[in-house]
């Protein structure tokens, strides 16, 4: 990692090392939700976003725009308690797939 937060790591060259249990402490799958630029891997915000809210069986890389996208939504959007749980869970989710 630099100063400016996790190095990106692109998918064909993840290893079981760099991808966190799925039981494991938020701020470790924070920062590796962040090893993907997901508006970039997905080719916008929409497309990012679409991954991310479609339920569907997903690509790796697609399942980690969508872990990417909800780590950005839940820095940026005011959950209640009932829907930062359902957020948290969900990636926890995403990284078991992983």
Known sequence: MNGQGPTEIPSEKLTLEI??????????????????????????????????????????????????FRQRARRFVDFDDVALQTELDEEHELVRQI
Request: proline share 4%.
């Open 19 to 68: 991808i966190p249990q799925p039981d494991a402490d938020q701020s470790e799958i924070d920062r590796f939700a962040l090893t993907l630029n997901g508006y970039e891997a997905a080719g916008s915000f929409a497309a990012c976003a679409e991954i991310a809210q479609v339920k569907r069986e997903k690509t790796l890389t697609e399942l980690r725009i969508a872990l990417f």
